[in-house]
């Protein structure tokens, strides 16, 4: 049996090849080549804004319980302010009575007077600890929303590579190279910024 004609493979694989070129294979590649680019740089991007939105609400969640041990000492701070307007009622009561108080009363109302004074010092560090954690909190949100912002800069850029590739309009390459240089320069700044 006569074998079949014999192709040229190395010819038709060539001919392929400038018939890409030449209807734009070459602009084909580069969109091909700046989208992944740019897919890379907008994962990073997310990533940071991940890590920015979590560590700002790791830090409210700090502060609202740094606001639970303030109020917990200021409600020792008045518990003590309670024992220590009993007690002088009492010495009151031995005073108006003509009396001597016994002593005790008189220390109590010192030692809970003093032990307001800490109470109070303490609430005041829960306090400042607390709005310390909030101020850090919004510094973070407010990176995070550039990162986000980063992220859509260059989610559109790659979606208008995509629809560049499939139009071969090269103007709309250019929209998308804009896009996503735009993307990636607020993405660094943020960066060096934090």
């Known amino acids: 049996?006569?074998?079949?004609?014999?192709?040229?493979?190395?010819?038709?694989?060539?001919?392929v090849q400038e018939e890409l070129e030449r209807d734009g294979g070459g602009f084909l590649r580069s969109i091909?080549?700046?989208?992944a680019i740019?897919?890379?740089?907008?994962a990073l991007a997310a990533l940071q804004?991940?890590?920015?939105?979590?560590?700002?609400?790791?830090?409210?969640?700090?502060a609202a319980r740094l606001q639970a041990e303030a109020s917990d000492q200021w409600a020792f701070y008045q518990a003590k302010g309670i024992k220590a307007a009993v007690q002088e009622a009492a010495r009151t009561s031995w005073l108006a009575i003509g009396k001597e108080p016994p002593v005790a009363y008189g220390e109590n109302v010192r030692r809970y007077v003093d032990e307001q004074a800490e109470l109070q010092r303490k609430a005041k560090d829960k306090e400042r600890e607390r709005d310390a954690s909030i101020v850090e909190s919004d510094h973070l949100l407010h990176q995070h929303h550039r990162y986000?912002?980063?992220?859509?800069?260059?989610?559109?850029?790659?979606a208008l590579g995509a629809l560049a590739a499939l139009t071969r309009q090269r103007w709309i390459w250019g929209a998308s190279l804009l896009a996503g240089l735009t993307g990636a320069v607020l993405f660094v700044l943020t960066f060096l910024a934090s």
Not at 148 to 157: C, N
């Open 32 to 35: 091909a080549l700046t989208t």
């Open 1 to 15: 049996m006569p074998e079949g004609p014999e192709i040229e493979t190395e010819k038709l694989h060539e001919a």
């Open 148 to 158: 986000a912002s980063s992220v859509v800069l260059l989610q559109i850029s790659i």
């Open 49 to 62: 804004a991940g890590a920015t939105v979590n560590e700002a609400l790791m830090l409210r969640s700090d």
């Open 38 to 42: 740019l897919a890379v740089v907008a």
